[in-house]
């Protein structure tokens, strides 16, 4: 009901949510999902503390990522999420926020292991994407062919240049770490790993301004988790500190539907494509709380041919 009627998930979504939306049973948005998201152990997806084998109070199936290591391992963890469903691979490729034994600085799989998933994901028609903050984690996975790079905070000039090389998309989430810092604590994030944020939040908006000025092909993301879902549309309001309106709209729209390879079906208003369809009240490219704010200004919603919020007029449940 804030207006997406399709998002991609980075890790934890499946089949199982996806179809429930599909089928009606949950209202919501168009669910293109990843599965597990594959770590390397001691990774970004391995949420065991130094002292632990197991993660405490859980069956280590149901976190959000798949531990492998070594080639035949990764290319087992890809198949098997290719055989779920998957509609693409996440790579964790760095140190992350919430991981407990590594490091924002770390590097993770080597570039053997990037480049096999890679061709898994390839062979299935699907790509890469890659949870990533530092200038080499982002260079190694471009080079490896990895299609979407998530945060990147810790980007440089020679990240640009990479990107722009290989068309390689930039998926940057400003609105995580500014709840983060607000509500991380509080939201259930240990406070010994709540001090991470400070070491990516401050760069995120001048990794972001490098790149809208080199021409990176950007995407709108937020990596919200639990009820800090409720600040997704926040990522409009900071990241037009250094973009304008239509370049924001852009990018949740058909520069996305560009890397979902679904150019002409999303993200598009045309004859042919999905009728997924908002009407606001205002105009946005002058005044962007009219996507901030869809109790006020956003009136009709429409997914798949299909109202999902009338505000204006009596017609049919069915676009024509």
Not at 292 to 309: A, S, T
Request: charged share 25%; hydrophobic share 40%; net charge negative.
């Amino acid at each position: 009901m804030r207006g997406f009627t399709t998002v991609r998930d980075g890790g934890g979504a499946d089949y199982g949510l996806a179809w429930a939306v599909q089928e009606g049973f949950i209202k919501g948005p168009r669910l293109l999902f990843c599965g597990h998201a594959l770590s390397q152990t001691a990774g970004h997806g391995d949420m065991r503390g130094r002292g632990e084998e197991v993660v405490t109070g859980l069956n280590y199936s149901l976190t959000l990522g798949h531990i492998c290591d070594g080639v035949p391992e990764v290319r087992r963890a890809c198949r098997e999420e290719i055989r779920k469903g998957a509609h693409h691979i996440k790579l964790m490729l760095s140190g992350g926020i919430a991981s407990p034994t590594d490091r924002i600085t770390n590097t993770q799989f080597s570039e053997e292991e990037i480049r096999a998933a890679v061709e898994e994901a390839e062979m299935a028609g699907l790509y890469c994407m890659g949870h990533s903050y530092t200038a080499r984690a982002v260079n190694r996975a471009i080079i490896c062919g990895v299609r979407s790079l998530e945060h990147c905070n810790l980007i440089d000039e020679s990240n640009v240049e990479l990107f722009v090389k290989y068309g390689a998309f930039m998926v940057p989430t400003l609105a995580t770490y500014d709840a983060l810092a607000r509500e991380g604590v509080e939201a259930g994030l240990p406070k010994q790993l709540s001090e991470k944020i400070h070491e990516v939040a401050d760069q995120g908006i001048k990794a972001l301004d490098l790149a809208h000025r080199g021409g990176v092909k950007l995407v709108y993301g937020t990596d919200l988790l639990g009820k800090m879902h409720r600040n997704q549309l926040n990522e409009f309001k900071l990241r037009s500190q250094v973009q304008a309106p239509i370049d924001i709209i852009r990018s949740a729209t058909c520069a996305a539907a560009e890397l979902f390879n679904e150019v002409g079906k999303t993200g598009i208003v045309a004859a042919g494509a999905r009728a997924d369809l908002l009407v606001v009240d205002g105009d946005p490219l002058t005044n962007l709380q009219c996507l901030q704010d869809p109790e006020r200004y956003l009136k009709v919603i429409v997914k798949d041919g299909v109202f999902h919020k009338n505000t204006l007029m009596a017609v049919d449940e069915r676009v024509r």
